[in-house]
């Protein structure tokens, strides 16, 4: 069965900090997708990265990393000198083909960034 | 692009009436839209997939009567939540696919309903 799990559940930092998401997933697919998502306080969930499984190359976008390692099940995500606008709750998601291309959210990691 | 609104943004409404949300994919073809619903300081729990021209199909536990789901066009998903109770309170998003681009699923803003 597909799992997300996000076993972070609330984490704060320092403006300016670097801070890291844990996503570990479980799929029994070889091919998928997984995904993150970022939800503000105002509530509408940003779509931030998708990588699908035969592409493990790392992802830079600024001060936003990713670190997909097949080999853990893990799809990391970094945020380098993180600023307040970055407080959010960060989703991480997984579409494989036996969940009928369904999103699989974990529960989310809450980050705040204390200025 | 790939931009997805929700209608209404807030809605209060009394137990027993009936509630009508509106989502629509402003700048593409969207032939699956799912809805979701999501309690505070939860995840998002999938309530059911709706796919143009047809029944949607509802999650395990999703009261197909209570929450009724209509795809009429390739733009446009309505969610209706029919004699409201209070514990029907929650925030509900929809999001759309656009199956040209890839499996990546494009949200609304979201609902947020209060019965009271």
């Known amino acids: 069965a597909q799992k997300v799990t996000q076993a972070q559940t609330e984490i704060s930092v320092v403006e300016k900090e670097d801070v890291t998401l844990d996503c570990v997933y479980e799929?029994?697919?070889?091919?998928?997708?997984l995904f993150w998502y970022k939800q503000p306080p105002s509530g509408e969930l940003v779509f931030l990265i998708r990588?699908?499984?035969?592409?493990?190359q790392n992802e830079i976008s600024g001060r936003y990393s990713w670190n997909f390692q097949k080999s853990t099940s893990s799809f990391n995500f970094t945020i380098t000198a993180s600023q307040v606008v970055d407080s959010a709750v960060y989703f991480c998601a997984l579409i494989d083909q036996t969940g009928a291309n369904n999103l699989f959210f974990g529960t989310g990691t809450r980050l705040t960034v204390i200025p | 692009g790939a931009v997805v609104s929700q209608h209404p943004s807030r809605v209060i409404c009394k137990s027993g009436t009936s509630v009508k949300i509106e989502c629509r994919s402003l700048?593409?073809?969207?032939?699956?839209m799912f809805w979701y619903r999501q309690f505070p300081k939860q995840s998002l729990m999938l309530m059911a997939t709706?796919?143009?021209?047809?029944?949607?199909?509802?999650e395990q536990g999703v009261e197909k009567d209570k929450f009724l789901i209509n795809h009429a066009s390739l733009t446009l998903s309505t969610l209706t939540v029919t004699s409201a109770h209070p514990e029907d309170s929650s925030f509900y998003i929809c999001?759309?696919?656009?199956?040209?681009?890839?499996?990546?699923?494009?949200f609304g803003p979201g609902t947020r309903l209060t019965v009271t």
């Open positions: 799929t029994r697919d070889t091919t998928y997708y």
């Open positions: 990588r699908n499984s035969f592409d493990e």
């Open positions: 999001s759309a696919r656009d199956t040209r681009t890839g499996p990546e699923q494009y």
């Open positions: 709706s796919n143009e021209g047809s029944k949607a199909t509802y």
């Open positions: 700048d593409f073809q969207a032939t699956t």
